[in-house]
């Protein structure tokens, strides 16, 4: 059974910086894409950004030149920089893989952006 393990939020004041990691486990086949998702407090959950097995990477359009998606094919871990964060950056962002194009989700990890 895949497991999904995400690490790295917290609180931070804007303009800081935070790392999200997540770590997959559980699956003997390779992970074909692996993103990052967040849900703002009484909103949906929305793309932040995805790569793909060969590292292709898209963004949704108010995180570029912000955050930066990178992955770890032999540790099947995926991180998440955000650099200048902003308050409505804040949000509960959830780890996404694909596997033999099944969808997995983490269990989300808190990311506060103080003013």
């Known amino acids: 059974q895949v497991q999904l393990v995400e690490s790295g939020g917290g609180l931070v004041q804007a303009g800081g910086s935070l790392r999200l990691s997540c770590a997959a486990s559980?699956?003997?086949?390779?992970?074909?894409?692996m993103a990052w998702y967040r849900q703002p407090p009484g909103k949906q959950r929305d793309l932040v950004a995805a790569?793909?097995?060969?590292?292709?990477?898209t963004y949704t359009d108010s995180v570029k030149d912000r955050f930066t998606i990178s992955r770890d094919n032999a540790k099947n871990t995926v991180y998440l920089q955000m650099n200048s964060l902003k308050v409505e950056d804040t949000a509960v962002y959830y780890c996404?893989?694909?596997?033999?194009?099944?969808?997995?989700w983490g269990q989300g990890t808190q990311v506060t952006v103080s003013s």
């Open positions: 790569i793909t097995s060969g590292g292709g990477t």
């Open positions: 996404y893989v694909k596997i033999l194009m099944f969808p997995y």
């Open positions: 559980g699956s003997s086949f390779s992970i074909e894409t």
